[in-house]
C-alpha cells in the first residue's frame, strides 16, 4: 500500500520544496533522506516511495523551480513586443533571482553522475533555446546583429551563470545590480544594440528559481 494515499498532488510538491530548502542548506552530500523527510514532516519511506536517490532529488527540486519560472516569465514575455524588452526581460529575471545555490550542486554532481548530467544538460539547453528563440525573432525583424542566434544565446546564458556565481558566494564586488548591468552591457555588445530599461511592471510578479 502507498504510504501517502490519495495526496500524491500534495505531498510530493512539499517533498521538493523541503528537498530544495535542506540541500541549499547543507549541501547535497550533507543531506539524507531522513533530513528531507523531517523537513517535509513525513517519513523517510514516503521520500523513497517518489526519490530512488538525492540525485532525484535535487534534479527534480529544480525542474520544478524552472517550470514556475517559465510559467511566469512568459506569462511577461507574450506582452512585450519588442524582442529587445523581451531579451532584457530575461535578464532582469534571471538577475533578480540570483542564488544558484541548487544549481552549483547539480554541476557539482554532474561532473561524475550519468544522471545529473542529463539533468544538467536538458535544464540549461532550455534556458539557452528561451534566449536564442527571442535572439532569432529579433534577428527577423531587424533588431539585433545579424551572429549566431546559438552562439550569442550560449555566451548570454554562460556570463549570466558565472556572475550568478559570484553573488551567490557573496562576493562583495558582484552584487545583483551589477550582474545585471553587466549582463546587459555584455548583450548590447554582442548584438550590436541598446537595451532598453524596462517597464518596472514588466518585471513584476515574477516568481522565484531560476534557470
Known amino acids: ?6 495526496i500524491d498532488h500534495i505531498r510530493k510538491p ?19 533522506i531522513a533530513d528531507v523527510a523531517e523537513r517535509a514532516g ?25 517550470d514556475r519560472f517559465y510559467a511566469a516569465v512568459t506569462e511577461r514575455l507574450v506582452a512585450l513586443d519588442d524582442p529587445r524588452d523581451r531579451l532584457r ?4 529575471a534571471y538577475a533578480a533571482e ?14 561524475r553522475d550519468d544522471g545529473a548530467a542529463v539533468a544538467r544538460q536538458r535544464l540549461d539547453d ?23 542566434g546559438d552562439d550569442a544565446a550560449a555566451i548570454i546564458a554562460s556570463l549570466l551563470d558565472g556572475l550568478a556565481v559570484q553573488v551567490t558566494v557573496g562576493d562583495p564586488g558582484f552584487r545583483p545590480e551589477r550582474m545585471r548591468e553587466l549582463a546587459v552591457k555584455a ?19 515574477v516568481g522565484a528559481g531560476g534557470p
Open 1 to 6: 500500500m502507498s504510504p501517502r494515499p490519495q
Open 14 to 32: 512539499q517533498i521538493l520544496a523541503a528537498a530544495a530548502e535542506v540541500i541549499a542548506q547543507r549541501g547535497l552530500a550533507s543531506t539524507r
Open 42 to 66: 513525513t517519513s523517510a519511506s514516503a521520500v523513497l516511495y517518489w526519490f530512488g536517490s538525492k540525485d532525484d532529488l535535487l534534479s527534480d527540486a529544480l525542474t520544478v523551480d524552472e
Open 89 to 92: 526581460l530575461l535578464i532582469e
Open 98 to 111: 540570483y542564488d544558484v545555490t541548487l544549481w552549483m550542486e547539480l554541476w557539482g554532481r554532474a561532473l
Open 126 to 148: 532550455r534556458w539557452r533555446d528561451q534566449i536564442a528563440e527571442v535572439i532569432r525573432d529579433g534577428q527577423h525583424l531587424g533588431e539585433f546583429a545579424g551572429v549566431d
Open 187 to 205: 548583450a548590447e555588445l554582442i548584438l550590436g544594440c541598446e537595451l532598453p530599461p524596462l517597464d518596472r511592471e514588466a518585471t513584476a510578479q
